[in-house]
């Protein structure tokens, strides 16, 4: 059973950073790529950005590019997720996932799924 626990969401003024973490447990993740997704009020689970099993090749939404960066780390089995320049558009529930396919740019994409942290970018 594959348990995946994010951290570090919270509220911050537009502009500032936040720096997400998601510590899998119950079996290593090493062979799988990671991702990032995103659920707004009302809206569908979107992609975020993703890192290739191999923490060679990355992935990221238009929304996000150049103010998001995605890095894991193998031997605690966890993922981060550093988002700079935060706006209110930024705003949801983040989610971390597993997959055997990269980039897993779909929900239906991924094997394993965190609880999701609340990240809340005010103006």
């Known amino acids: 059973q594959v348990q995946m626990i994010e951290s570090g969401g919270g509220l911050v003024q537009a502009g500032g950073s936040l720096r997400l973490s998601c510590a899998a447990s119950?079996?290593?993740?090493?062979?799988?790529?990671r991702a990032w997704f995103r659920q707004a009020p009302g809206k569908e689970r979107e992609f975020v950005a993703a890192i290739s099993w191999s923490n060679r090749t990355t992935h990221f939404a238009d929304s996000v590019k150049g103010r998001f960066t995605i890095s894991r780390d193998n031997a605690k089995n966890t993922v981060y997720l550093q988002m700079n320049s935060l706006t209110p558009e930024d705003t949801a529930v983040y989610y971390c996932a597993a997959s055997n396919q990269y980039p897993a740019v779909v929900p239906r994409f991924c094997d394993y799924w965190g609880q999701g942290t609340q990240v809340t970018v005010s103006s």
């Open positions: 119950g079996r290593s993740l090493r062979t799988y790529a």
